[in-house]
């Protein structure tokens, strides 16, 4: 919950525009409560216990493989950071090992030189600032180099267990295309998402979303014959062959 700041310490008033008094205009979801509770009741039967992808094997090195993925695949940051965590999986390891060693073992994955530099000052912050622990509010965890606000949600979620919505290119991709959560900005889509997804399904959706996209939902063809919700889907773009909607499945997740 954010601080209230008393009235003393409230800025000045701007002066006034066309626009004040207006009510913001955010797209809306194409969908009914209804239909978004069942789009996720079908996407959490078909992967119960949805998962990242990422290997790490603590906080540290779950932000650090996170903060490498930007703009690489998962396999591939997975491949060049299992020699890199089996000797550094702690801020101060990783910074004895020093950032031309990073660099090294990181050279496969896309601006890794950056994302070397960064991995470094990374650790560097942890250790002055926050004790060598990876901090556990989004607030603190963006303050991280090489650390968004994505990468700062998917540690809160795989972390340290909080419902999140990490909005990566899939979940932009499918929020837009299926016009589930439409948003220009990837923030936008986030604050839409976390207020229609119905809380039964809040703490999975971002995994049940990235999985859906990596692998029916795909961005240059999707697979809507095999898709679990084609038939509720509204997006544009569909292919021919929907099947048959699934039946015979719980009402609610307990």
């Known amino acids: 919950m954010k601080n209230v700041k008393p009235k003393s310490a409230l800025p ?42 990422l290997e790490h094997v603590n906080p540290f090195t779950l932000v650090v493989a ?11 940051v997975n491949k060049a950071t299992r020699a890199l965590f089996a000797i550094a999986d702690t801020p101060e390891k990783m910074l004895a090992l020093g950032e031309d ?5 990181i050279k496969t994955i896309g601006l890794y030189r950056n994302k070397a530099k960064n991995v470094i000052a990374l650790c560097e912050k942890l250790i002055a600032e926050f004790g060598g622990e990876v901090p556990r509010t989004l607030e603190e965890l963006i303050t991280l180099p090489g650390v968004g606000r994505k990468t700062a949600n998917v540690v809160l979620s795989m972390a340290y267990g909080q419902a999140t919505m990490a909005v990566d290119t899939h ?6 295309r299926l016009a589930l959560a439409p948003g220009k900005t990837p923030d936008a889509v986030e604050d839409q998402l976390m207020r229609i997804i119905p809380d039964p399904y809040l703490y999975h959706a ?10 029916c939902c ?30 015979e499945l719980p009402a609610q997740i307990t």
């Open 12 to 53: 000045a008033a701007k002066p006034r525009s066309a626009t004040v008094g207006r009510a913001v205009r955010r797209p809306k979801s194409a969908y009914s409560k209804a239909e978004i509770a069942e789009i996720f009741r079908r996407l959490s039967i078909q992967r119960p216990e949805p998962k990242g992808e």
């Open 66 to 76: 996170v903060a490498l993925s930007a703009q690489a695949t998962d396999a591939g």
């Open 101 to 105: 060693r990073v660099r090294d073992f």
């Open 171 to 176: 979940v932009f991709r499918i929020a837009n």
């Open 206 to 215: 971002h995994h049940w979303l990235i999985l859906h996209g990596r692998y």
């Open 218 to 247: 795909k961005a240059r063809k999707p697979e809507c014959q095999r898709c679990v919700i084609a038939d509720i889907c509204k997006a544009a773009e569909k292919t021919n062959a929907i099947p048959a909607p699934l039946v």
